[in-house]
């Protein structure tokens, strides 16, 4: 069974950062994407990042673009998503996600971790 925890997640004011985490287990990293989205109050889930399985491909939503930076570390199946400059508009609850190699869709979702950024 496939599970993705979330972690990191936290109250910060305007401008601040914070490092989200997400723990895999029952898959490694190895020739998956990873990715992070969110869902903010009132709106649909929206991309935020990915990363391909050797780390040599990134991207990014064009509203964090050089703010945030996502990284993985497969010896230790976690993914990390890197906040800075934080700004209220990215209040929501941020989730980590899995695809399958030559899929189009995210397959593996975890459960989410609140982010609330006070301006």
């Known amino acids: 069974q496939v599970q993705l925890v979330e972690s990191g997640g936290g109250l910060v004011q305007a401008g601040g950062s914070l490092r989200l985490s997400c723990a895999a287990s029952?898959?490694?990293?190895?020739?998956?994407?990873m990715g992070w989205f969110r869902q903010a109050p009132g709106k649909e889930r929206e991309f935020v990042a990915s990363?391909?399985?050797?780390?040599?491909?990134?991207n990014y939503a064009d509203s964090v673009k050089g703010r945030f930076t996502i990284s993985r570390d497969n010896a230790n199946n976690t993914v990390y998503l890197q906040m800075n400059s934080l700004k209220p508009e990215a209040t929501a609850v941020y989730y980590c996600?899995?695809?399958?190699?030559?899929?189009?869709?995210?397959?593996?979702w975890g459960q989410g971790t609140q982010v609330t950024v006070s301006s």
């Open positions: 029952g898959l490694t990293f190895s020739r998956y994407t």
């Open positions: 996600a899995v695809r399958l190699r030559y899929r189009s869709q995210y397959d593996y």
């Open positions: 990363i391909n399985w050797n780390a040599d491909s990134t």
